[in-house]
C-alpha cells in the first residue's frame, strides 16, 4: 500500500507540473474544429436588403449582446445602418455609375479584417485575432486608452462612456452573454459565442438569406461560391486591412 | 538640496497654496469622472481623444525642448547655457510628470494601467510611449539632480553622468517621435497619416519649449531676483526664431501636398480646422489666430534689435506658445478625428469638468516646477554667494 501511494503521488506531482508548465499542450489537444484553416466571414447581398430585414438583424444582435440604447453621440454600435455614400466615402461620388446606390442604405459593423489595425496598436492584447479570423476583445484586460477606435478605418467601435447597465432594462438583459462595464471598448465580435456551438451569427440567422456566412478560405462554402458568381466590394480596401465582411452589389 | 524648497517667501507659500488649490480642484473634477466615467467629457464615439491627449502631445513637446541647450553645452561647450540648463531640464521633468497624468486621466480603467506591464506588447507604439517617457523622466531627475548637487559643493559633475546626458539626446528626440508615430502609423486618419507629422512635432517643440523657457527665465529674475544670464535668453531666444520658422514652413509643406493633391481624404480635415465643414466650425477662428501668431512672432523675431527688447521678445514668446499650443493642444488631435471615417461631421467642445481636470494636472505640473525651480535656483544663489 504504501508504494503504491507513493508511486501514485509522484505521478500526480509530475502530471500537476507537466500541466502547469505546458498548460497550452493540454489546451492544443482539445482541438477546435479546424482552428487554423477557418476565416469566417461574411457577404450581404445588398440587392435583397431592405429596411426590414436590416432592423430585424439589428435587433437581434443589440439584444442578444446587451448592447444598450444610449441616445447621444456616445452611443455603443455592434450593427447598424448608414448610406453607401458613407460607408464607402469616395466610392460614391460620380454620379453617372451607381447612382442610385449613393443614398441607400445598407448595413454596417466590425470587418473582423485580417490585418486589423486595431489589434497592431493595442498596448495590453485586449483585442487580439482569432485563429478562425475573428477580431476579438477581452473586455476584462481593456484598459480603455481608445487607442484601437482611433486606429479603426470603419469607426466599428464603440467606447463605454457610461456604465451601460444605466441604459439597459433589467429584464431585458439576457443572460447569455456578458454586459460589459463603463471604460471599456466593444464591438461586433462575430457571434463567437454562438459559432463555438455549431451556429450562425444573430443577424445571418434574422436576415434570412439576406447575408451570407462561411468560412472563406473553403472553396466549397457557399459564402465563396456566392462572390465568385456575383460582384462584390468591401470598404476601403486600399488601407490593406483586408476585411472579412464583403457588400454583394 | 529640498530643504530649499520649505524655506520660502510669503509669496512663493502663497503660490504654492494656490497650486495646491487647483489640485485639489482637479481631483474633485476627476472623482466625478471616476464615478460616471469619460461621460462627464466632451469626448464621443467620433471623437475618441480629446483634450487630455492634446495636452499630453503638446506638453511631450515642452518636456524635449531642453535638448536645444543640451547639445549646445555638452557637443559644442556652449558655456551660457550652463547657468540655465537646469531650469531646462527641471521643465522637462514637470512636463513628463505632466504627459503621464494626462494618459491616466484620459483611461477608461485607469486601475488596470499596469496591465501595459503585465502584457507587454512591443507591436504597440503605446508601449514603445510608455518606456521612452518614463526613461526620459528618469534621465532628466538623474542629470538635474547629480550635476546640481555637484555644483553645490563646486566640483565637476562625477564622470558617470556624462553617458547618461549623451544618451538624454536622442532619447529627447525620441519622445516627440514616438509620440507622432502614435498618431502617423494609423490608415484612414488622413489628417496624422504623413510622414512630416514627426518633424513637425519636433519644429514646434523647439519653438515652444525655449520660447516658455525664456518666459520662465524673466520670472525667476523677477520673484526669484536671480538672473539667468541676458546671453543665454538671447541664444534661445535665436532657437526659438528658427524652430517657428521651421514649424511654420513644414506646415506650409502640409498644407501645399494635402492642398494640392486634393485627396479628400486629407484635405477635408485641414477644410474642417480652418473653414469648418457643413457648417460646423468651431475651430476656424482659433487655427487662424495660430497661424497669425505664429507668422507675427516670426515678423518680430528676425530682427535682432527685437529680440534685445526684453519686453518685445517676452512678447514674441507668448505669441509663439499661442501659436503652437492652438496648433497642437486644440486643432491636432480632434482635427484628426473630424470628419470621422465615415466622413461625418460630430464635433467635439470639452466640457467643463473635463477643462477642470485639465487645470488640476497642470497644477500639478507647475507644483513640481516651482519646487524644483525653487531648489535650483536657491542653490545657484548659494553658488554665486
Not at chain 1, 484553416?37 to 450581404?44: E, K, T
Not at chain 1, 444598450?68 to 466610392?91: C, S, V, Y
Request: charged content about 20%.
Amino acid at each position: 500500500m504504501r508504494a503504491n501511494r507513493r508511486k501514485f503521488l509522484k505521478i500526480a506531482g509530475l502530471a500537476t507540473l507537466g500541466w502547469s508548465v505546458f498548460p497550452n499542450l493540454l489546451r492544443a489537444s482539445e482541438g477546435g474544429e479546424g482552428a487554423g484553416h477557418v476565416r469566417w466571414g461574411l457577404a450581404i447581398d445588398t440587392k435583397k436588403l431592405n429596411d426590414e430585414v436590416m432592423e430585424k438583424a439589428i435587433v437581434a444582435c443589440h439584444k442578444n449582446h446587451n448592447v444598450p440604447h444610449i441616445p447621444d453621440k456616445r452611443e455603443i454600435k455592434w450593427l447598424w445602418k448608414t448610406t453607401f455614400h458613407k460607408a464607402f466615402p469616395g466610392q460614391m461620388l460620380d454620379n453617372m455609375h451607381i447612382s442610385e446606390y449613393a443614398e441607400k442604405e445598407t448595413l454596417v459593423l466590425c470587418n473582423h479584417c485580417d490585418n486589423p489595425p486595431c489589434v497592431r496598436v493595442c498596448p495590453t492584447k485586449a483585442t487580439f485575432k482569432r485563429a478562425d479570423g475573428i477580431t476579438m476583445m477581452d473586455f476584462h484586460r481593456c484598459i480603455g486608452c481608445r487607442y484601437c477606435m482611433a486606429a479603426c478605418p470603419f469607426g466599428a467601435r464603440s467606447f463605454n462612456f457610461y456604465d451601460p447597465k444605466k441604459f439597459l432594462k433589467s429584464e431585458e438583459i439576457t443572460t447569455q452573454f456578458p454586459t460589459r462595464t463603463k471604460g471599456v471598448v466593444e464591438k461586433c465580435l462575430l457571434c463567437y459565442e454562438r459559432l463555438d456551438e455549431g451556429k450562425k451569427p444573430y443577424c445571418v440567422e434574422a436576415a434570412e438569406g439576406v447575408i451570407y456566412f462561411g468560412n472563406l478560405n473553403d472553396p466549397e462554402s457557399e459564402i465563396r461560391k456566392v462572390l465568385a458568381e456575383r460582384y462584390a466590394i468591401k470598404r476601403k480596401p486600399e488601407l490593406g486591412t483586408f476585411p472579412s465582411v464583403y457588400y454583394l452589389i | 538640496m529640498l530643504e530649499k524648497a520649505i524655506k520660502g517667501s510669503k509669496l512663493y507659500w502663497g503660490w504654492i497654496g494656490l497650486l495646491l488649490l487647483g489640485v485639489a480642484t482637479g481631483f474633485f473634477a476627476y472623482t466625478f469622472q471616476m464615478k460616471e466615467g469619460l461621460s462627464i467629457t466632451g469626448m464621443s464615439r467620433d471623437v475618441s481623444w480629446g483634450f487630455y491627449i492634446a495636452q499630453f502631445t503638446f506638453l511631450v513637446g515642452v518636456a524635449a525642448s531642453a535638448v536645444m541647450m543640451v547639445i549646445p553645452k555638452y557637443l559644442h561647450h556652449y558655456q551660457t547655457f550652463g547657468r540655465v540648463l537646469i531650469l531646462g531640464e527641471f521643465l522637462a521633468v514637470a512636463a513628463v510628470s505632466m504627459c503621464l497624468l494626462f494618459i491616466v486621466v484620459d483611461l477608461g480603467q485607469p486601475q488596470r494601467m499596469l496591465n501595459v506591464l503585465l502584457h507587454p506588447t512591443p507591436r504597440s507604439i503605446l508601449f514603445w510611449d510608455m518606456i521612452v517617457l518614463n526613461g526620459y523622466l528618469f534621465l532628466n531627475i538623474l542629470i538635474g539632480w547629480v550635476t546640481l548637487q555637484a555644483e553645490r559643493k563646486g566640483v565637476e559633475p562625477p564622470k558617470w553622468i556624462k553617458p547618461f546626458i549623451y544618451l538624454s539626446i536622442p532619447w529627447a528626440v525620441s519622445i516627440h517621435t514616438v509620440t507622432a508615430f502614435l498618431y502617423c502609423g494609423l490608415p484612414g486618419r488622413g489628417f496624422w497619416l504623413t510622414a512630416i507629422l514627426a518633424p513637425r512635432f519636433l519644429a514646434s517643440a523647439f519653438a515652444s519649449g525655449p520660447a516658455f523657457l525664456i518666459l520662465l527665465c524673466y520670472i525667476v529674475k523677477i520673484f526669484a531676483k536671480w538672473d539667468p544670464g541676458k546671453e543665454a535668453i538671447q541664444s534661445l531666444a535665436k532657437i526659438v526664431t528658427y524652430a517657428i520658422i521651421t514649424n511654420l514652413f513644414f506646415l506650409s509643406l502640409e498644407i501645399f501636398t494635402v492642398g494640392y493633391s486634393q485627396i479628400p481624404s486629407h484635405l477635408l480635415h485641414f477644410k474642417y480646422l480652418f473653414f469648418g465643414l457643413e457648417g460646423h466650425a468651431t475651430y476656424a477662428p482659433w487655427m487662424w489666430v495660430s497661424v497669425v501668431a505664429g507668422l507675427l512672432a516670426v515678423l518680430i523675431l528676425l530682427f535682432p534689435q527685437n529680440r534685445k527688447s526684453d519686453n518685445v521678445l517676452a512678447m514674441a514668446c507668448v505669441l509663439v506658445f499661442l501659436s503652437t499650443w492652438i496648433d497642437k493642444g486644440m486643432g491636432m488631435i480632434s482635427g484628426g478625428f473630424v470628419p470621422n471615417p465615415l466622413e461625418e461631421v460630430v464635433e467635439y467642445i470639452p466640457t467643463k469638468l473635463e477643462l477642470l481636470i485639465t487645470l488640476g494636472v497642470y497644477a500639478a505640473g507647475f507644483l513640481i516646477l516651482t519646487i524644483l525651480y525653487k531648489v535650483a535656483v536657491g542653490v545657484k544663489k548659494e553658488v554665486d554667494a
